[in-house]
């Protein structure tokens, strides 16, 4: 059944207001043209968020699901780091956690727990899954879905920190610049060096623990949490689906065609549960 997946998975994510702490690389030295405003509702910048904030966040939901499934996760951190409270590492492992790559005696030969197999460790040993950023345009016509990319528009936000003292008058201190997307909709593309059941069952389970902890603090993405950012509905899009198929469901003038249905229904009872079995084995052996 593996084989009938394509080795580039793709998944859904809308969100009202994205904050990332990584920052966001945009493109608005192209569209300024020289004049280029901020704040002009006007402009047409896109830009690229960072994989790096992505990846944790998808990371630690993959770890969640390990852990619901009754296995123990591979710690983010090497156990050797010089963590600046040495406590905390060792709350995390009776937490749920084993250290960083205990679940196997030689990367290189042996692939240890799951999330070390798709999110590599130490020694030039590569995951299995290559998150890769996402490209974000204003212009839906301009955005690829089959190539990872998403609707989305720039903007900064400024924010001014006012004194508290009572006589300044809410005097401002300081202005501070946030970079931002708003309104983001698109695909984030995974692409497995290898694939194997079990990867597509952890990132299904995955996926759907996000979406339904979207509005919990651990679970949201980016920074400005607080703020209301990062609030993000997420699913796995169908890995049976041709690329049509995929921007099909991007298009809003259009449903699904009846061989998408029929590949939802194959997804649900079938492919998925099977997979999620294969998880629940590797799971089963241990780390
Ligand atoms: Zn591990």
Avoid at 21 to 31: E, F, K, Q
Avoid at 88 to 112: F, M, N, S, V, W
Wanted: charged share 30%.
């Amino acid at each position: 059944m593996i084989e009938d997946i394509d080795r580039d998975v793709f998944v859904r994510i809308q969100t009202d207001l994205l904050v990332v702490g990584d920052s966001i690389m945009t493109d608005r030295h192209h569209a300024s043209n020289g004049n280029y405003e901020d704040d002009d509702p006007q402009n047409q910048i896109g830009g690229i968020i960072p994989a790096f904030p992505l990846s944790g966040w998808l990371r630690h939901g993959l770890e969640v699901t390990v852990q619901e499934y009754g296995g123990t996760a591979c710690h983010p951190g090497e156990a050797n780091a010089n963590f600046m409270k040495d406590s905390i590492y060792q709350r995390d492992l009776d937490a749920g956690y084993h250290e960083k790559g205990t679940c196997t005696d030689d990367p290189k030969e042996d692939d240890g727990c799951v999330v070390f197999d798709l999110f590599g460790g130490f020694d030039g040993v590569p995951g299995k899954v290559m998150r890769r950023p996402i490209k974000f345009n204003p212009v839906r016509s301009s955005v690829d879905y089959t190539r990872g990319q998403a609707e989305g528009h720039y903007r900064r936000l400024n924010r001014n920190i006012v004194s508290r003292n009572r006589d300044d008058n809410r005097e401002a201190l300081r202005n501070a610049a946030v970079d931002a997307v708003a309104n983001l909709d698109g695909c984030w593309q995974l692409s497995f060096r290898e694939m194997k059941p079990e990867f597509i069952g952890l990132l299904a389970e995955g996926v759907d623990f996000l979406d339904s902890h979207k509005t919990d603090f651990m679970h949201q993405l980016g920074g400005a949490r607080n703020f209301g950012a990062g609030v993000v509905d997420c699913a796995l899009i169908n890995p049976l689906y041709e690329d049509h198929e995929l921007k099909r469901v991007f298009d809003r003038r259009q449903g699904n065609t009846n061989k998408m249905d029929e590949k939802d229904d194959q997804w649900v009872d079938e492919y998925r549960p099977a997979f999620v079995n294969a998880l629940e084995e590797r799971i089963a052996e241990g780390p």
